[in-house]
């Protein structure tokens, strides 16, 4: 009996000392996030001769079409930077979004852009196996590949279809890019927009996601959300190319983390990310957090204690140790804590947010609470549930590192020919696409510059 007391004794005081810590970390990370996010977002960057700015290359994989998409696109043709091109990346051919893309480089032709239709998946048998395109699964990379390809800056510019930017954005992401950084990214945020589903969005990436980003981004840990991440074009080249990461769910981490392997250091932009996409609902985001939370999970086994950061866990914690230490009411502590965390959470809101928020301190309150318990549901899930993942309309089972076996491939389609269509402007190659006789084939990675919409005859290759 007596042996058992002193294993229970030392239980129960490495139990205190473990739950003491947890909660010391909690605050620390809360409060390091809020102060740093404070110091980073909404800086003026310092005035720079846009003369001397490198050239950046947009890549944008596009999937599909939303209500905000030609809204968004459009942002990237009015951006106030001296040179850049948008390198349109359309996985399979859309009649609906071609034309979308088709009327924004006509109506602004003075910017450099290409389209690329298709990709390399469907280039011939023999270069298809040599050049290793058959081992990627990543349909992100695979998109990119002929747009990373012939992109001719030595910075890429990563932008995911679902973002609108503001136009002085790329001007700050690059005077980030100082010569010992080799990548800049933006920390995911929301844009304002209507409904109970944007705000629970709006407040999640806000707030949690927020502070745990910029914490873990302050101490020198690989935290890096690929949906806009400028990249010194050399760091990819010298491990192969975008095709080396094509065998991750997560490229993301993995372009960071070879980046920061050759010396350079990984820097978040002042201004965050501003998701605007145009379908949303809190099922949607659900799932997506699901999603994120199975992709941590096979990088860091830390992702399991993920749920003891959380408000209400951390706050059971807190009322625990202060009622068995100093016999405060547990009840009481865990009020205030929860109160406190409330407070913080908003105020670390209107710090991402740079201004006012789009909704009312009451809304605020109700988008809070749901996120905060439907947390709990998102771990459950991803913790206990299968090991698959559906990404970009296609089923996924996660291995080691976000290694990706798709469940589903599609077939790849015969060998065709490399194309070249000649044309004069860029409306002889719209209504020539619109007719139902003369529907441009898929037959490799089609690419259409901006060159075609100049009075003189030019040709758009079909690379």
Known sequence: MFFLHILYTIALAISLVLAILIIILVWLFHLSGMSYSLYKFHRKPSHSNLKELPGVSIIKPLTGIDTNLYENLKTFFNLQYPRYEILFCVQEHDNELIDMIERLREEYSDVDSKLFIGSQKLLSGDKLLKNGTMDIKNPKIYNMLPAYEKAQYPYILISDSGLMMHEHTLYDMVMCMTDNVGLVHQMPFTCDRKGFAASVEKVYFGTQHARMYMTINLIGINCVTGMSCLIRKECIDRVGGLRAFGHYIAEDYYIAYEVAKQGWKLRVASAPAQQNSGEYSVSTWIDRMIRWCKLRMRL????????????????????????????????????????????????????????????SKFEFAIAWLVREFSSFYIYFKAFTGSSTVKWRGKEYRLGSGTRAEELSPLSLPPPAPSLLVESSSLS???????????????????LLSSSSLSSTKQSSQLV
């Open 300 to 359: 860091s086994p830390l992702a399991y204690l993920e749920p003891l950061q959380e408000c209400f866990s951390s706050a059971i914690l807190a009322g625990i140790v202060t009622n068995y230490l100093f016999e405060w009411n547990a009840l009481v502590v865990a009020a205030c804590h929860i109160l406190i965390w409330f407070i913080l959470d908003y105020l670390m809101l209107r710090i991402t947010q740079g201004g006012a928020l789009p909704f």
């Open 428 to 446: 002889s190659i719209s209504s020539s696409s619109s007719s139902s006789n003369s529907t441009l084939p898929v037959a490799g990675p089609h």
